[in-house]
């Protein structure tokens, strides 16, 4: 049983940063991709940032380009978000996912508010 475990959300006031982390129980090189999504209170679930296993960084949504990083720890299973000059839109329940070609896994999520 693969498991994700987001750690680092929180409040923040606007203009400031948050790091998130995915550890993941097995090889992140066992995964085709690991991506960070978000669920923003009463919209759907939208794919935020993406990085192969090749450690290729072939997504960024548009709305946290400039802002957001994904990126792999030096221990090689854990994908990091890093997040800079957050804003109130930035707002959601971040989630952790993997997937490598039969199965998808998701972590349990990690809420980020954004507010003064």
């Known amino acids: 049983q693969v498991q994700l475990v987001e750690s680092g959300g929180g409040l923040v006031q606007p203009g400031g940063s948050l790091r998130l982390s995915c550890a993941a129980s097995?090889?992140?090189?066992?995964?085709?991709?690991m991506d960070w999504y978000r669920q923003a209170p009463g919209k759907e679930r939208e794919l935020v940032a993406r990085?192969?296993?090749?450690?290729?960084?072939?997504y960024i949504i548009d709305s946290v380009k400039g802002r957001f990083t994904i990126s792999r720890g030096i221990a090689k299973n854990t994908v990091f978000l890093q997040m800079n000059n957050l804003k109130a839109e930035d707002t959601a329940v971040y989630y952790c996912?993997?997937?490598?070609?039969?199965?998808?896994?998701w972590g349990q999520g990690t809420e980020v508010t954004v507010s003064s």
């Open positions: 990085i192969t296993s090749a450690g290729s960084i072939n």
């Open positions: 097995r090889s992140i090189f066992s995964f085709n991709v």
């Open positions: 996912h993997a997937g490598d070609g039969g199965r998808d896994y």
